[in-house]
């Protein structure tokens, strides 16, 4: 593994598991969220984005948290791995409104400055409904995908894909 997409629904915790994976071996982690959003919640224009993914991939080592389905295939292009998270819908929601409850106002770790964690219901609609709208899109994408193809369908084996992964040096 030396270029990882972490992808799936808000809430089934991608950015957990890319934080506990970089640490692990030593690769650069990218929250695409940090790079997608500017202060105050304000989007980066189309052609911005795509010059932004274009070189963050062209980078030779990386593990890119976050789905982002219109830069997903140009990401696939340069991805050896993908972590696919599959939770259910209605825990990836509880996991959101814990989320929410316990940093109301305060800007998430993985998010870029100035967005504090606020109360969406489109956000919550778009991840009750995650698994019939916006899944076969991205498995449409992932169709062709020539590297390691990983699909966790529940914490229990997040865990025990992270037990499997072992700490390796930073440097290379």
Known sequence: ????????????????????????????????????????????????????VARLIAEPRWIIDGNYGGSLKLRLTRADTVIDLDLPAWLCVARIVKRLLGSWGKVRPDMAEGCPERPSWEFLAYTATFPWKVRPRTEDKLRGFGGRYIRLRSQTEIDRFLSAVTDRPAAR
Request: hydrophobic share 40%.
């Open 1 to 52: 593994m030396e270029r990882v997409l972490v992808i799936g629904s808000p809430g089934a915790g991608k950015s957990t598991l890319a934080r506990v994976l970089a640490r692990r071996t030593g690769l650069p982690l990218r929250h695409l969220d940090q790079l997608y959003w500017r202060a105050g919640w304000v989007e980066t224009g189309k052609e911005e984005w795509a010059e932004r």
